[in-house]
Every structure is written in structure tokens, then in C-alpha cells.
């Protein structure tokens, strides 16, 4: 048998077309497998539609079931009560839904709707109320066949209240942790509060909010101040500071979620789009004035002097010109919607609150004005102080203080000469 001499050089050959052979058998298979194989789903393809999840999902759900609940079954007068409350579907997920919370006074037949809430992702709401009176609460879901919550009595009663007590009645869900330990105003800061007969001031702050008690004339008194006010009560040095005391609790679930509070030295309001706003006036008139002053800067443009578009005409209603609308906001924004009424045709507004109220030539701060007008009495504003020949109004609808193009709310002093005549609220 013969041999074959290989060389180096052919060996070397031989290796590479063998390897060659190999990656070719090798890849081939793989780039066919390639352009057969289906392309990879992408999460758009994984599902016909998008999975539900979240505030979608419960969105979609009925509502099958509510609860509610409050912090405090036993009130003291002008104290106010946590309502809080969770709808559910029969599967027992959390459904957001449109809630009415409702309110029946003692002795009478009817439930009222205070107000209407949406739910969170989560299938619950709460909302602070200042009954003037016992009564039943319940919550009426919308959407939902018949769905009604149990109704819980909550009862006011008159005596005192001391800071421990306010604390047990609120609760942890209204006051959180405490952040502080008790406090106690020295006796040089206790007759700067604005008010006689003061022997002890008395807080404590929470996560939530603060409780202050003020003993006066022998009784005692626990105020909560919470939320946005309760924020700027801190910064404005709190019992010690410019506002004084709380008089009572605030009274909230008002429009655009609106909080209202008197102090000793004080008046604040505030609500979802502003910060908190304090004036110097005093009682309902002075409800109104911190309500109104909250919308100081409001902007519109001016386009059409037939149909204006401004949030108060929006929530009235009504197209007209707004100095009156705005007013009337105010009033329903602190509480009192019954005091100005919602009533576009400014002859008609005029009318009526002069057969309403008395009207004179003095100024007084709450009254409305009604301005000349060069002239013509066709617009109005509220007093929020007066000055010997000068007196500051508040109004809207007015290009002072606004960029050209523009119209707002503003407030300047203005001559007793260039003013109509008044009409006392109080």
C-alpha cells in the first residue's frame, strides 16, 4: 500500500475546508429557523386590549356596597365630624364612584344631600361637616341600583371639652401622630389672643392638624385646626401669633372644596386652588370678605362684553357681567349662600337686595357698595375697610390692577365721592 505524503501547507488546507463545511452545516439550519419563526409578540399584540387595572378597573366595576363611618358619634356645639366612607363591588374590589353624603336632622323625615364626592382609587372619600344640630348620616351611591349605607346617629350635646378629650374624640384617622407634646402659652402671650376672661391656652400639634383649648370664664373649649389652614396658622405663629385662637372648628365641604374658620383675631378661608387667606373681619360678613379676597388676582381675558366665560359665571350659570355673580360666590364659597343671590341682571340683583336689606349712605366694612359708575349704577363690590374719606373695596369684573385685555379681582381704596350707596348684610 502506497503513502500519501501530506505537507504542511496542505494540511493546513484541509483544516480550513473542513471548518468551513462545519460552520456552514452548523448556520444555515439556524438562519432558516430564523425566517420561518413567527416574529415576537410585542405588548401590544400580547392582548386584544390593554389589561384593566387600578382606578380603570374599578371604574368598570358596579357598586354593589357602602359603608361609612365617623370619628365621633357625640359632638360638642360648633365642633365638626370626620364622615368617611368606601364603596364596593359585589366581588368585594374597591369601586370609584360618585357619592352623595346625606344628612337628616332630628326631627325631621327627609334626608338632605350636603354633598356630592368622588371616590378615590382605592373606593374611598372624607369630608369634615359642622352640624348645627343631631342627626342620621348616611351615603347614597350613584350608579349603583339603590346602593344606600347604613345611617349612623351622630348627636350634639353642650358642656365642655378639654384638650384630652378632643384628642379621644377625633381620633387617629382626623389627627394622625402627635408631633408635639402639650403646650401652654405664658401669661404675656395669653392676653395678646383677643379675648377677655382667658386663664389658659392650652395645644398640642398632630400630623394632621392641631388642637388648641382655650379656658375662658371657667370653660373649657377645644378647637381643631386642620388642612390648609392648619398650615398657615403654623407659619403665622400659631396660638401665640397674629391669629389668636380658634372660636370654633372650621366649616369645610363647602364649593371647590372650600374650609372656612374663625379665630379670635382672624378670619380664614381657603379651598382646593388657593392658599389660606386671613382678614381682619369679623363674623358671617367677614366669612364672606376672607372668601372673596382668597380669589384676589383672578385673571380673565376680556373678549366679549355679551358672554363672559369666568369661573363664576360658569358656576352660576350665566353669561352676564360678573361683579354681582362674584359676590354671590363669595357668599355660597364661606357657607352662606342664602345672604347674596346668584342673579345675573344686575337691575334685578340691585332690586332685590335693596327690598331685602337696609340701605344707607354709610360705610361699613361688609357692606355691598353699589359704585356710580360714571354716572350709572351698574356695578358692585364689597367694603373691606373704610379710612375717613376713602373706603377699600373688593370687586370683580374690573380691569384695575389687570393687564390690558384683561378683567379680575381686585381690591383698592378708592373716595367716598366715587361710591353709590350701601347695603348692609348685617
Request: with cysteine.
Amino acid at each position: 500500500m502506497s503513502r500519501h505524503i501530506i505537507t504542511q501547507r496542505q494540511r493546513r488546507a484541509l483544516i480550513s475546508a473542513l471548518l468551513s463545511a462545519v460552520l456552514a452545516f452548523t448556520l444555515i439550519p439556524v438562519a432558516a429557523q430564523a425566517t420561518l419563526a413567527p416574529a415576537p409578540r410585542t405588548a401590544a399584540t400580547t392582548h386584544s386590549t390593554p389589561p384593566t387595572q387600578g382606578h380603570a378597573l374599578s371604574t368598570a366595576l358596579t357598586p354593589a356596597k357602602a359603608g361609612i363611618a365617623v370619628n365621633s358619634q357625640h359632638l360638642k356645639k360648633n365642633e365638626s365630624v370626620r364622615i368617611s366612607g368606601k364603596v364596593k363591588a359585589s366581588n368585594g374590589r374597591a369601586v370609584v364612584a360618585t357619592v352623595r353624603i346625606q344628612y337628616r336632622a332630628a326631627g325631621t323625615r327627609n334626608f338632605v344631600t350636603q354633598r356630592t364626592v368622588r371616590t378615590n382609587s382605592k373606593g374611598t372619600f372624607a369630608q369634615y361637616f359642622r352640624p348645627s344640630k343631631s342627626g342620621e348620616w348616611r351615603i347614597a351611591v350613584s350608579g349603583g341600583k339603590g346602593v344606600v349605607s347604613k345611617g349612623i346617629i351622630v348627636r350634639r350635646k353642650s358642656g365642655t371639652r378639654s384638650l384630652p378629650s378632643r384628642t379621644a374624640s377625633l381620633g387617629s384617622s382626623a389627627l394622625g401622630s402627635a408631633t408635639t407634646g402639650t403646650k401652654k402659652l405664658s401669661t404675656k402671650a395669653r392676653k395678646k389672643v383677643g379675648l377677655s376672661g382667658v386663664t389658659s391656652v392650652r395645644y398640642r400639634d398632630f400630623r394632621k392638624g392641631m388642637i388648641v383649648e382655650t379656658t375662658r370664664n371657667g370653660a373649657k373649649t377645644s378647637w381643631f385646626v386642620h388642612g390648609k389652614i392648619a398650615a398657615a396658622y403654623r407659619k403665622a405663629g400659631g396660638p401665640a401669633g397674629s391669629w389668636g385662637v380658634p372660636l370654633l372648628d372650621a366649616q369645610c365641604s363647602l364649593i371647590e372644596d372650600g374650609c372656612v374658620q374663625r379665630f379670635s383675631r382672624r378670619t380664614v378661608y381657603a379651598n382646593n386652588t388657593t392658599s389660606a387667606t386671613a382678614v381682619t373681619a369679623k363674623g358671617r360678613n367677614g366669612e364672606i370678605i376672607a372668601a372673596a379676597a382668597s380669589q384676589i388676582g383672578y385673571r380673565k381675558r376680556f373678549s366679549n362684553p355679551v358672554v363672559q366665560t369666568t369661573k363664576y359665571n360658569n358656576w352660576a350659570g350665566d353669561t352676564r357681567p360678573w361683579c354681582a355673580l362674584y359676590l354671590s360666590w363669595a357668599a355660597n364659597a364661606a357657607g352662606h349662600g342664602n345672604v347674596i343671590p346668584t342673579i345675573g341682571n344686575f337691575t334685578t340683583f340691585k332690586r332685590t337686595m335693596g327690598s331685602t336689606y337696609r340701605t344707607g349712605s354709610t360705610p361699613k366694612v361688609g357692606a355691598v357698595v353699589i359704585l356710580n359708575g360714571s354716572g350709572y349704577r351698574t356695578h358692585a363690590a364689597i367694603v373691606t375697610g373704610v379710612k375717613g374719606s376713602r373706603v377699600r373695596i373688593l370687586d370683580g369684573n374690573t380691569g384695575y390692577g389687570s393687564p390690558a385685555g384683561y378683567r379680575g379681582v381686585n381690591q383698592r381704596w378708592v373716595s367716598r365721592s366715587s361710591l353709590g350707596y350701601y347695603i348692609y348684610l348685617s
